[in-house]
């Protein structure tokens, strides 16, 4: 008998993210056999929370074990990675030029999310009365070809500031925030 063990996302997590890895136990002739497999953690940097399911939440940056059993038999353990948990882009400008573009790309089940209204706000760190504006405006529609809208920072005449802060929100017909909106970019200025 063996256990066979798939892990997602090319075995990679995020920080404070859960991962459900899956498994099956086989017989000798490599068919599946009716078992139940219950889950563990040889590692603290993951975190099983329902050894029947495998759910399991992870803890802290770098590799984790995980190891399925059905009665005395073991799977060989697996590792996960762990990465850090993103939160913002950063797009690095000098201060007499244009940003790069700062693209966000809708997903719609059915189809291209083109025409689909993209709204960008800034604020800008420290808060010098530097001045920017955002090209070619703060409400963009997405590309009926791609789903892709895009902006960017321009720096006006004054101070400049260590960064701006741009946020990308998208939302639903019925005015709800679409998942994983707003998403966050961090431009900074360096002369």
Not at 22 to 41: E, I, T
Not at 56 to 76: I, Y
Not at 121 to 143: E, H, Q, W
Not at 168 to 180: C, E, K, L, Q
Request: hydrophobic fraction near 45%; proline fraction near 7%; avoid cysteine.
């Amino acid at each position: 008998m063996a256990i066979e063990i798939v892990l997602p996302d090319s075995a990679r997590v995020e920080v404070t993210d859960t991962f459900r890895p899956r498994g099956r136990p086989l017989n000798g002739l490599g068919d599946s056999v009716q078992a139940q497999l219950y889950w563990s953690s040889l590692d603290t940097t993951l975190t099983v929370l329902d050894s029947a399911t495998g759910v399991s939440l992870a803890n802290a940056v770098g590799t984790a074990r995980v190891q399925a059993r059905t009665g005395s038999l073991f799977s060989n353990p697996e590792i996960v990675n762990i990465l850090a948990r993103l939160d913002s882009i950063t797009v690095f400008v000098s201060a007499d030029s244009l940003s790069d573009s700062l693209r966000v790309q809708a997903v719609a089940f059915g189809g291209v999310a083109g025409g689909r209204r993209v709204v960008y706000a800034f604020s800008i760190f420290p808060d010098t009365g530097a001045a920017v504006t955002l090209v070619p405006n703060d409400t963009v529609f997405t590309s009926p070809a791609t789903g892709i809208a895009a902006v960017r920072v321009r720096l006006l005449p004054g101070p400049i500031p260590d960064s701006v802060i741009v946020t990308a929100t998208m939302r639903h017909v019925n005015g709800t925030v679409v998942p994983h909106s707003p998403l966050t970019f961090v431009v900074e200025f360096r002369p």
